[in-house]
């Protein structure tokens, strides 16, 4: 008996050949939250073309970046972006590398200091201070710890801490972004100390330097102490 698929013949026959491709564009409108995006290629716009790999390097795409595109026919809805092409030893490749290797600031103060200021202040040492460019993603991550302590005889007390930022964002003090320390039960006898720390998501950031900085309290009329104060930023 013989069956329709006996014939094996058009298995071996020519196929169509793939039309792939590569070409090059310029990014002129980029969406980093949703990847929407607008890619000039020979002088013509075309929407929201296919991200091939959505890893850190398209989340850092931006305006004016040259990109890679792979083309697979004539219609550019079926055209995919490879990633952006980067000239080595330029300007443009160190900002990449360094984005991506050195993107975190932090810094570190060990000496212990202390203030009776109700509101946040700086401490005879201000700081400490970090430094990062914000993305084009609007988002950072920034962690605080210190140690803390008070001992007010006679009441009960607290610290807290928190952190501003300047620069391309403005920031202040806020009781929702800060660690505390606080004692409801009564003064110590002698005195109170702990480690805190907590980590704080920020997003709808405007890209560009921005510089945050802690700064320090006294709950319920404590002198509050701080030692080993860190403050790391994440951008995202």
Do not use: H
Request: one cysteine or more; proline letters at 5%.
């Amino acid at each position: 008996m013989t069956y329709p698929t006996d014939d094996l013949t058009p298995l071996f026959a020519a196929q169509p050949a793939a039309t792939l491709g590569y070409r090059q564009g310029i990014v002129r409108a980029w969406n980093p939250t949703n990847a929407e995006n607008t890619v000039e290629v020979d002088g013509t716009l075309v929407e929201n073309l296919t991200i091939l790999n959505t890893n850190n390097d398209a989340l850092q795409l931006a305006p004016d970046d040259v990109v890679g595109i792979l083309t697979t026919g004539a219609a550019a809805s079926s055209w995919m972006i490879l990633g952006r092409a980067t000239t080595p030893g330029t300007p443009a490749a160190e900002s990449l590398l360094s984005q991506v290797s050195s993107g975190i600031a932090s810094a570190v103060i060990n000496t212990q200091q202390s203030t009776t200021s109700g509101t946040y202040t700086d401490l005879a040492t201000p700081g400490p201070s970090a430094t990062v460019t914000i993305r084009a993603t609007g988002k950072c991550l920034v962690i605080l710890s210190s140690q803390m302590g008070y001992a007010t005889a006679g009441s009960i007390g607290g610290c807290k801490a928190s952190f501003v930022a300047s620069g391309a964002n403005t920031i202040a003090t806020s009781g929702q972004r800060s660690i505390n320390m606080v004692s409801s039960v009564g003064a110590p006898s002698t005195y109170r100390i702990d480690q805190f720390g907590a980590t704080f998501y920020l997003d709808g950031l405007n890209p560009g330097a921005t510089t945050f900085t802690m700064k320090y309290g006294a709950q319920n009329g404590a002198t509050a102490d701080f030692s080993d104060r860190v403050i790391v930023v994440f951008p995202l």
